[in-house]
Nanobody, 123 residues
Framework: QVQLVESGGGLVQPGGSLRLSCTAS????????VGWFRQAPGKAREFVGY????????DYADSVKGRFTISRDNAKNTVYLQMNSLKPEDTAVYFC????????????????WGQGTQVTVSS
């Protein structure tokens, strides 16, 4: 059974940084685009960014562009979301997901999802 597990969430002050990790079992990330999404209470799940499987190209939501960076470590079968200059509005549960078609901004493109990790930005 394919499993994606996020880690690295927590409480951080505004302006701080966190690095989230997404590790897969029974799935090789090099064959998939990997996306990050987030969901705040009472809101729809929204696209944060993704890294394409074929070229390692990345794309980000405008709200995080310049602050968040996605990277992958193929040897560890892990994808990372580095989050800098965090703002209170970044508070949400963050999910990683895998898309066999290569990755996109569309939440419905992704076949496999992790359970999420909570990120809270507050002073």
């Amino acid at each position: 059974q394919v499993q994606l597990v996020e880690s690295g969430g927590g409480l951080v002050q505004p302006g701080g940084s966190l690095r989230l990790s997404c590790t897969a079992s029974r799935l090789t990330f090099t064959h998939y685009g990997v996306g990050w999404f987030r969901q705040a209470p009472g809101k729809a799940r929204e696209f944060v960014g993704y890294i394409a499987w074929s070229s390692d190209n990345t794309d980000y939501a405008d709200s995080v562009k310049g602050r968040f960076t996605i990277s992958r470590d193929n040897a560890k079968n892990t994808v990372y979301l580095q989050m800098n200059s965090l703002k209170p509005e970044d508070t949400a549960v963050y999910f990683c997901a895998a898309d066999f078609a290569g990755g996109s901004t569309n939440v419905n493109s992704y076949e496999f999802w992790g359970q999420g990790t909570q990120v809270t930005v507050s002073s």
